[in-house]
């Protein structure tokens, strides 16, 4: 009878965090980014729908350089970067409840 109520307590440990996830997913928002990049400059517009939006996103426009960098951006909201070397780059755009991108431009010069 003991081992019986142990196994069941197990179980319901094991099961507990299958069951959250579960749920976290289904109220996780879905985000998508934009990047345009023009003249020394780069725009990320990030835009959220759905679930339970996240505090803030993370933009990085020196994705995979020395320079990389986290910058906060609202979960619907934009991120002006000004002088931003020319040539192409790797922009990152990450939100907790919406995964990761990256986006490959060209800066003018």
Same mark, same amino acid.
């Given at each position: 009878?003991? @081992?019986?109520?142990?196994?069941?307590? /197990?179980? %319901?440990?094991?099961?507990?965090? *299958? +069951?959250?996830?579960? #749920?976290? !997913?289904?109220? @996780?928002?879905?985000?998508?980014?934009? /990047?345009? %990049?023009?003249?020394?400059?780069? *725009? +990320?517009?990030?835009? #959220?729908? !759905?679930?339970?939006?996240?505090?803030?996103?993370?933009?990085?426009?020196?994705?995979?350089?020395?320079?990389? +960098?986290?910058?906060?951006?609202?979960?619907?909201?934009?991120?002006?970067?000004?002088?931003?070397?020319?040539?192409?780059?790797?922009?990152?755009?990450?939100?907790?409840?919406g995964g990761a991108t990256?986006?490959?431009?060209?800066?003018?010069?």
């Amino acid at each position: 009878m003991r @081992a019986s109520k142990i196994l069941g307590f /197990v179980a %319901a440990l094991v099961a507990a965090p *299958v +069951v959250l996830s579960a #749920t976290a !997913g289904v109220a @996780a928002a879905d985000a998508t980014a934009t /990047v345009t %990049a023009g003249k020394k400059w780069i *725009v +990320v517009s990030v835009t #959220t729908t !759905g679930g339970d939006l996240p505090e803030w996103c993370r933009v990085d426009p020196y994705f995979g350089t020395p320079q990389t +960098v986290s910058l906060e951006v609202a979960p619907s909201g934009n991120l002006f970067v000004d002088n931003v070397p020319p040539g192409p780059r790797k922009v990152s755009v990450w939100c907790p409840n919406g995964g990761a991108t990256v986006h490959d431009v060209v800066v003018q010069a």
